[in-house]
């Protein structure tokens, strides 16, 4: 069955010390791994698409790695507008679905 | 980068009434379309996937005959949520895939029912 795992379900980080957050997944066949970030009230803000084992993208802050398991989302020295719910989705190579993990919740404290 | 609209952000209307919300990619053409809700603090819950020229398929538990879809091109899609009533308050939002098959969710709307 394909399913996504995000963990931890929140994370405190002061500002400027720098951490990951986890996406383990199980899919038939990985069309692509995504990463979004969303600010209370809006909809998913597209971060990083994955394609395969040990591709890597960064914007500012975010760092995305891929593994044939699970994805990290390392973050160097938040900020506290970093703060929001980071979700991961997997899209299985057989279709169009896109399947979600329940997020991560970042506050960072100034 | 990809944008989808929604439109309205957010509406109240009174138990019994109906309600059509828009989707639409602004610089794309999307021949696939998802609709979402989400509860507080929740992740987001897939409604109904929507396609252009075709019947949505929805998922298991969601009424065909509450949320209808309709995709009517390859830029819009709308759900129209019927006599609806205070448990369809919630966050509803779009997203659409382009053609290299990323998914861009639009901003959501919010409905209240009374």
């Known amino acids: 069955e394909d399913q996504v795992t995000q963990s931890p379900e929140a994370l405190r980080l002061q500002e400027g010390e720098s951490s990951s957050l986890n996406c383990s997944y199980t899919v038939s066949g990985l069309r692509g791994l995504f990463w979004y970030r969303q600010d209370p009230g809006k909809g998913p803000e597209f971060l990083f698409t994955l394609y395969s084992a040990g591709e890597e993208k960064e914007k500012e802050r975010l760092k995305a790695t891929l593994t044939k398991k699970e994805s990290f989302l390392h973050i160097t020295a938040p900020k506290p507008e970093d703060s929001a719910t980071y979700l991961c989705?997997?899209?299985?190579?057989?279709?169009?679905?896109?399947?979600f993990g329940t997020g991560t919740s970042l506050t960072v404290i100034p | 980068g990809a944008v989808v609209s929604q439109h309205p952000s957010w509406v109240i209307c009174k138990s019994g009434t109906s309600v059509k919300i828009e989707c639409r990619s602004l610089d794309f053409q999307a021949t696939t379309m998802f609709w979402y809700r989400q509860f507080p603090k929740q992740s987001l819950m897939l409604m109904a996937t929507?396609?252009?020229?075709?019947?949505?398929?929805?998922e298991q538990g969601v009424e065909k005959d509450k949320f209808l879809i309709n995709h009517a091109s390859l830029t819009l899609s709308t759900l129209t949520v019927t006599s609806a009533h205070p448990e369809d308050s919630s966050f509803y939002i779009c997203s659409a895939i382009d053609l290299t098959r990323a998914q861009y969710f639009g901003p959501g709307t919010r409905l209240l029912v009374l």
């Open positions: 929507s396609n252009e020229g075709s019947k949505a398929t929805y």
């Open positions: 989705a997997v899209q299985a190579a057989s279709g169009n679905q896109f399947y």
